[in-house]
């Protein structure tokens, strides 16, 4: 589960190397009025990477063979040794890590972390099948001469590419407002053997994403779904939902038209969803794990692991968008960012 590191240190000493880049360009394809459900293609990546600023300290390497290859940097040629079906004009589609709990207390060593297809790809209501395409997802190994706490570097960044996005508003007629938004559902996830980490790219505080709700996943209709005249409560939630009663007209409760807004129709009784207790992301804005240049303490920075002398430490990094995010159905479009990763080493004091 998802932990918060105190901070290891009481006073200062030295910032370890700094582990490079991870750099992605994304582009969205398709406007998502109904992205949760509907909408098949999503972002493009156009490049990815790893390099070592100083590999005195650090090292970054990859699974090859029954060993682990250390080098300087992991560029798109060893993506494609890592996953042979990588493919760097790959689409991210919409997913959600919903039930992580159920891969995570799971008794296998070396966790890898599963997200979930959307529900209109399923026809299971809660948990539905894992997802095996439709997001970028990397297993990396890490290596220290001195024992250190891994945090992201000062030089991580998520930045929407404004000048793309402007030249195709001019093109579409697409909002530039809406293709800076691009970022706003984005999320970047960090497991290590000490933690499981959700950051947010584009928001300065947690959505807070609720994993649970009504919705218009399997119909163009515009309402709500249901099953033998109720509604349908998809997601993750504890509890058995309680219904209200059928409305005699058809009722809408938002102004907009969504997966999530839909219609309750007229004679199917209504899904209460405060008679249950749903599931809620646990995630924190990008800037809470990164350690400020020259820090020599970690102050409230959120440390993703902790790695000892001389052995190899595990991180996978999963790149996607978070299908319950309600900034889905009315940001995405079909905007442009990067996201750049650098990794950096707190020694302890000595």
């Not at 809660?126 to 997802?137: P, S």
């Amino acid at each position: 589960m998802s932990k918060r590191k105190k901070n290891p240190f009481l006073s200062g000493k030295i910032l370890a190397a700094t582990i490079g880049l991870f750099a992605l360009t994304l582009s969205t394809s398709t406007m998502a009025t109904f992205a949760w459900f509907q909408v098949s293609d999503f972002a493009r990546i156009e490049q990815i990477g790893m390099k070592l600023d100083d590999s005195t300290t650090m090292q970054i390497g990859y699974r090859q063979g029954d060993g682990i290859l250390y080098q300087d940097k992991i560029d798109e040629n060893d993506l494609r040794i890592i996953d042979p079906n990588y493919d760097r004009n790959v689409h991210l589609r919409d997913v959600t890590s919903a039930f992580s709990s159920n891969w995570l207390n799971t008794s296998e060593a070396e966790k890898t972390p599963i997200l979930r297809v959307p529900y209109g790809k399923s026809k299971e209501n809660t948990m539905t099948e894992a997802a095996t395409e439709g997001f970028v997802q990397v297993e990396a190994f890490l290596r220290c001469s001195q024992p250190c706490h891994l945090y992201l570097g000062h030089n991580t960044s998520a930045t929407v590419i404004e000048r793309w996005n402007r030249e195709l508003a001019a093109q579409t007629g697409y909002s530039e407002d809406e293709l800076n938004k691009v970022l706003d559902c984005v999320r970047v996830s960090f497991y290590t053997e000490d933690a499981f980490y959700i950051a947010e790219p584009g928001q300065e505080e947690a959505s807070k994403t609720v994993f649970a709700g009504p919705l218009q996943a399997r119909n163009n209709l515009g309402y709500y779904d249901s099953e033998d005249g109720k509604e349908i409560l998809y997601g993750e939630y504890e509890g058995e939902p309680s219904y209200l009663p059928a409305p005699e007209t058809d009722e809408k409760d938002f102004d907009d038209d969504s997966a999530f807004h839909a219609i309750h129709k007229a004679g199917i009784e209504k899904v209460d969803v405060s008679s249950v207790k749903p599931a809620v992301e646990k995630s924190y804005p990008l800037s809470s794990f990164i350690l400020p240049e020259k820090a020599v303490t970690a102050g409230d920075t959120l440390c993703l692991g902790t790695l000892h002398p001389n052995e190899d430490y595990r991180i996978v990094i999963s790149i996607y968008i978070e299908g319950w995010d309600l900034d889905l159905t009315d940001s995405l479009a079909t905007g442009k960012f990067s996201l750049d990763l650098s990794f950096v080493g707190l020694m302890d004091i000595i």
